[in-house]
Structure formats: C-alpha cells, structure tokens
C-alpha cells in the first residue's frame, strides 16, 4: 500500500512539475498536444498550428503593468540581424545566433547550457536575405538546424552533439537556409531563401533519426511537370516560391501548409508570362508523401515582391453556423484571407491595410487587378501597400478567447520601378530583381497593431505605432496581446480593447516571435531585440 | 578613397543609384547585391537622396562678409561652428558640406519650410528632423520645441534653449507635430539680400576640415 501510495505521489509530483520530470525528450506526441501544455514552447508558433497564443494566464491585464525583466543573456560576441525564436522544453532553451548557431539556455537563469556552431564556409552566399536562422525545431531528444550555407543538422538535445549533417542545396547558387524547420511524426521538413538569387524553390522531408530524404516538393514546375504551362516560354527557368519561413501542420488531415515566396526576377515580367505557380501561394503538401493536395495563390503573376512567408495560421470556428477548419493568413499584398484548409476553398478575404493593385477579389478569391499599378520604368509607380506589404513575414496571432487575428499591418507605399534583370545559368552575380522602389519620403507611413474578426477579417480595433514594425505578435489567455515597434518598444495591450497596459524599451526592434513558458510555477514572456535575449516575469 | 558623392545621386535619380549599389562599378566599388538586403539597399538609397535633396541654388555671395554676418547676427547664441557657439540649434561646423546654398537660403528665411529627412525606418522613408512639437500635458504644462527622437510611447523635445524634455506620450492632452514652424526665428525681415547671401557663402565654406 505504502508503495502504491507513495508512487501516486511521485506521479502527482511529476504531473505537476513537468519541466524536472523529463530530461529533453519531446516525442512527435507531446508536440501534438502543444496547446494543453503551456508551460512549455514546443514549436516556433507555439503548436502546429501556428497561432502564437498560449494559455498561460498568471501575467494578465491585472497585473501587466508590474512586468519586470529577470534575465538577459547576450552571445558572445555581438551577432546582427537577430531573427531567433525559441524553443522551450523541460527547463531549457533552444535559440540560434546568426548566423548558425544554437544555443541551449537555462529557463530559470539564462545561462548557457551548451553552444554548436557549423563549419561555414569562408564566403557565405546571401542573396536578397539576411544570413540568419529563425529557430530550430525539437523532436525527441534532437533539435534541428538549417544553416546558412543550406545545410540540415541535427543535435542531441543534452549535449549539441552532431547526430547527422545532411546538404540540402546549393549555397553557391543562392539558397540559403533562414526559416525553422518543422518536425513531426518522424520526419523533419525544411525549405530555403534564395528567391531573389533565381533559384527554384522547394520543400524537403528528412527522417529524423537518420537524415535521409524523403521527399522533395519543387515549387515552381518545369516544361512537362503540371502548373508548367503558367510560366509560358520561361517554364524552363522557372524560379522563385521559395520557402524561407515556418509552415503549419493539421495532424488530422496530415497536411502541412507553408507559403511561398515570389517569382524572379521580382520587379521584371518579360520573361514569366502567366500566373507563375506556386509562388506567392500557400500550398498543402501530404506530409506523408509530399504530394500537392491543393494551393491557393494569392497573388498570381506577381511582381513587387509579395512573398506569402508568413507562418499560415491553422483554427477552428464558425462559418454561417457551420464548424469549419480553416487557415487565416494576412498576406503581404495586402489582403487578409480565410480559407478552408480541408480543400483550399476561398471563404472570404478583404484589405487590412490600404492598397491599391487590386479592385477586390472575386468569388474564388482571385485578385480583380487595378489598372496601371504595374512597376514602370523611371519615377516608377506609386503602390499601396510597399515592398513589404501589408505584413512581411512576421508571425501574427490569433486567440481562440477573442476570436481575434491580431497582425502587425504596415501603411505605407512605395514607388516600384521596373529595370532589367534577367535569369542566367549558373552561380548569381548578385540580386535578379529586375527593378526596385523608392520609399516614401517623410511621415506619410505608420503602423499598427490591428485586430481582425478572424472569420471575417473585419478590423476590431487598432494600436497605432511611429512607423512600420517588423514584430512578430503573442496572445495570451491573460487577455494580452504582446509585439513591438520599430524604435524598440515591446509592449502589452488589451486583447479585447487594444488599450495599452505596458511597455518597455529594448532600444532595438524585435524581429523573433515574442513567446511565453512557465516554470517552477512562474509564467515567463520572452523575446529577442538587437543583441540581447530577453525573459520577463513578475516580481 | 572613393569620390565623393554628395551631389550625385539626386542627378541619377534613384534607380540608377540602386544599380550603381546593387552591381558596383568596374575596378572601383564592389557590388553590394548579395552582401545586404533589398530593405539595406532601399536604406541606403533613401539616406543618399537626403544628402542632395536640399542641393540646389549656387553661392553668390562673400564668405568673409558672411562671417561677420553670423557672428552679428546671434547665430552664435544657437549654433556651434567648430567648438565655438551655443547647442540649443544644430550643429554647423560642417553644414557645407551636408547642405546646400538654396536649401541655406530657404533654412535662414523661411526656417522650418523644408525639413530633412532624419531616421530611415526599413521600409518607410524615415521621419523628419527638426520637426517643430507643441504639446500640453494633462497637468496642463505647455511645451514648444524641436523633436528630439520619438517612439511608438514616448517623445523627447528640444526647447529654444537648448533644454531637452522627455514625455510619455499617454500623459498628454495636446500633442501636435507642425512641420513648417520652426523654433528658429526668421531672419528675412532682419537681414538685407546682400547679407543673407554672404550668410549662405559663408555657411556652404564650412566643411569642418578645419
């Protein structure tokens, strides 16, 4: 009875207290269930479906204003263009440091645990994008890695221990691995950046266990491959749709959803007739097989550089009194869209911010084009939104307690200007844009937080910011909706009202997701800004 | 090592810029496609335009005249010119070289009329510096100024005497941004054409290579 009673205790203890229970293993079964445990931080937006909300409450509206750091950790040497966003399990840490590094830290301290840098080489090809990593993705006692110069590598959780090193893709010729990979089941799956050096995109599955290939999306097809008939004559140099970010994953379906970046050359269409599949698109692959199950484009024929890297975000509400599976995504052309994710089905979508390519969107929520708002030779031509779109690639949030998207939306245009760029065979030279912008000059350009109805995409309420911030968001069961502003302020406001309840100045933009973990019964938000890693709890 | 290229890029126009940045020049720059980012590159460009946009007019009058002008005229009481003057106003031992004489000559008759772009955002053009603040806080003080630096929060001016004050935004009741004031008087009714030029020579000499 004794011992009966006394393992009953034990497993209490451990129910209770999970982050000391375990030692670095999270199995593709924990990671399913992400959303019921909140105290840990098992994918880049938080669960498979990407929402970026967790449930933790102890940090509330209440009590937002008491908000207080309580560690710092810095590399160590000074890193730049710090995009990581962590991974939290069993009382540790996983972040990277550009521009490969990862880094396991201490929850509790943010001390450093272990470090694992690659061999890169002398020159790193960085075509069109900063060399950086966005995070890792954790598997059972491994976490994942794209490097640089476009290699996957996986380390032992404990150690950072190199289990296998596999090449992916050419650095030379412009790809470059920025974005987290995804792990499920038994398989890890990664793109690469590389749109503005021309190269052709794609998404790879891995075996976890041992690097091996499983299969390979392109996501621009060749002369014969189907979609080959949207890219005209150029089908042969089809290039583009690259797939630089996070991507989402719905276990009951067993299809992943990434986005893809834009066609090359941006800015220059003379070589790309048609719609240019599968760029500027979000596409649902069999995760199994990588096989196509459906796509949808949001912006056919594209060229001022719209990429659709955004994390698609996965949710389940009512549409017309019908429970319905669907993906919100508020795509950088503009548009905030919802979809439903069994079959790809436009549902409805609408303008978040200003913008001025596109009359509407049709019943299949094709864009209806606006006249003369084409890259043009010369002074160009005046778009809204810019380069960057209504949102880059920054992840938004959506929570199932207010129903809300909560986006990071930029206004501003920009002049696009059509030059020449063509696609050549072999090593890029540089960046095939064929074109570029002009900014705005002067303070005619803000930004927003923005509430969105996430069925609808009607704005609930806004935040407004000095200028356009290029911050991820976090929502809370606290009631809080946590992002930052470009001059470096991290802040809280009201998920229901949008009212500001607290702020700090990092003196540097964030560019991670800001997330929250809890552990020995202290819930924690964490972000990274400039150089520094933050964590920030109660007192 | 390299030219300079103070005047150039407003004559190339913006996209010629951005190629010269993009893909360099033969034996002189190196291309920067591939090093930095489209948004650097678009950065890079907008701070380069602001280094000509206020380049026109020539010099016509005598800088020697124009010292005493300055010195005459209470410039001093605001202005620094190498180590010397009052910082209430911006700095202008090299103001030559960042402005030139018909962006002077509008500054000194018409000050606030034509403010330069000041921090580039990455994808907007950036703010304006100098920009004139009047704001009220909710106790009712009431604060004229230069912008000093704000954010998304706060804001931080510049008085006419140089003091600098820090506001949460959330505590103000009247918080305006007025381009064209300026806290700079205007010296068009002070000053004969005669001496506004010789102020303009005088001020476009000043290279801070002294």
């Given amino acids: ?539 | 090592m390299g030219p300079n290229i103070q005047a150039i890029p407003m004559r190339l126009g913006a996209p010629a810029v951005e190629n010269v940045i993009k893909n360099g020049m033969s034996g002189e720059m190196p291309a920067l496609a591939g090093q930095v980012d489209e948004a650097q590159i678009q950065q890079v460009i907008a701070y380069l335009m602001t280094l000509t946009h206020k380049d026109t007019g020539t010099v016509t009058g005598d800088a020697a005249k124009g010292k005493t002008v300055y010195d005459a005229s209470g410039c001093t009481s605001c202005h620094i010119i190498s180590g010397e003057g009052s910082g209430a106003g911006p700095e202008l031992t090299k103001v030559g070289q960042l402005r030139g004489a018909g962006y002077l000559k509008t500054t000194i008759l018409y000050p606030g009329s034509d403010l330069p772009q000041a921090r580039v955002f990455l994808e907007s053009g950036g703010l304006l510096d100098y920009l004139h603040i009047h704001l009220v806080t909710k106790e009712g003080g009431a604060y004229d100024g230069t912008r000093v630096v704000e954010d998304s929060f706060r804001i931080v001016i510049k008085d006419v005497n140089g003091k600098f004050h820090s506001f949460q935004k959330s505590g103000l009741r009247v918080f305006e941004k007025q381009p064209g004031k300026s806290v700079m008087p205007s010296f068009k009714d002070k000053l004969s054409n005669t001496q506004v030029d010789d102020l303009v020579a005088y001020l476009a000499s000043l290279k801070g290579d002294q």
């Fill in chain 1, 1 to 539: 009875m004794k011992i009966i009673k006394y393992v009953l205790i034990l497993s209490g203890l451990l129910a209770c207290n999970p982050a000391r229970s375990r030692a670095q293993n999270a199995p593709y079964e924990r990671i399913l269930h992400a959303p019921s445990e909140p105290q840990s931080w098992l994918t880049y937006g938080g669960s498979y479906s990407s929402q970026q909300f967790s449930s933790l409450k102890q940090i509330n509206r209440a009590n937002i204003a008491n908000l207080k750091v309580a560690w710092i950790y810095q590399p160590s040497k000074p890193v730049s263009n710090l995009e990581a966003s962590p991974i939290v399990a069993d009382g540790v840490m996983y972040v990277t440091e550009p521009p490969s590094t990862v880094t396991a830290l201490d929850v509790r301290t943010g001390l450093r645990l272990w470090s694992w840098s690659p061999t890169l080489p002398e020159h790193v090809v960085s075509i069109g994008l900063y060399a950086t990593s966005r995070g890792v993705a954790i598997l059972g006692d491994t976490v994942f890695i794209g490097t640089a110069d476009s290699h996957l590598v996986a380390l032992d959780a404990k150690t950072g221990a190199v289990r296998w090193d596999v090449h992916v893709a050419d650095n030379a010729m412009g790809y470059a691995m920025t974005g987290p990979p995804l792990a499920l089941k038994d398989k890890v799956i990664i793109g690469s950046a590389g749109s503005e050096a021309a190269v052709r995109g794609f998404l790879d599955a891995y075996d976890a266990k041992t690097g091996k290939k499983l299969w390979r999306f392109w996501t621009t097809p060749r002369p014969g491959e189907p979609g080959a008939e949207t890219w005209g004559n150029g089908a042969f140099q089809s290039a583009g749709a690259t797939t630089w970010n996070n991507g989402s994953y719905d276990p009951e379906l067993n299809l992943i959803y990434w986005g893809t970046g834009n066609p090359a050359p941006d800015f220059n269409d003379d070589e790309r007739p048609g719609d240019n599949l599968y760029t500027c698109s979000v596409i649902a692959l069999d995760a199994d097989t990588g096989k196509l199950k459906w796509y949808f484009q949001f912006s056919p024929h594209e060229d001022h550089d719209w990429d659709s890297d955004e994390p698609p975000v996965l949710f389940n509400a009512p549409v017309d009194g019908k429970p319905r599976k669907l993906l919100g995504f508020a795509n950088r052309n503009g548009f905030y869209y919802v979809l439903d994710r069994t079959n790809g089905k436009f549902i409805t979508g609408r303008p978040f911010v200003k913008q001025t390519w596109a009359k509407g969107l049709d019943a299949n929520g094709r864009p209806i084009p606006a006249p003369n708002q084409e890259p043009t030779l010369g002074a160009g031509t005046l778009v809204y939104p810019s380069i960057t779109g209504g949102v880059d690639w920054t992840s938004p949030s959506y929570s199932p307690d207010t129903g809300l998207f909560y986006v990071s939306a930029h206004e501003t245009g920009a002049y696009f200007i059509k030059g020449t760029g063509k696609i050549e065979p072999g090593p890029p030279k540089g960046i095939v844009g064929g074109g570029g912008i002009r900014a705005l000059a002067g303070e005619q350009s803000y930004g927003a937080i923005r509430a969105l109805e996430a069925t609808t995409g009607k704005l609930r309420w806004q935040f407004k910011l000095l200028a356009p911030a290029w911050v991820p968001v976090l929502s809370t069961a606290g009631g809080l909706v946590f992002s930052g502003s470009e001059e470096g302020n991290f802040f809280a406001l009201d998920a229901v009202s949008g009212k500001p309840l607290w702020q700090f100045y990092m003196g540097h933009a964030a560019r991670s997701n800001p997330v929250s973990y809890e552990v020995d019964g202290k819930q924690y938000i964490f972000i990274t800004a400039g150089n520094v890693y933050l964590a920030f709890a109660l007192p």
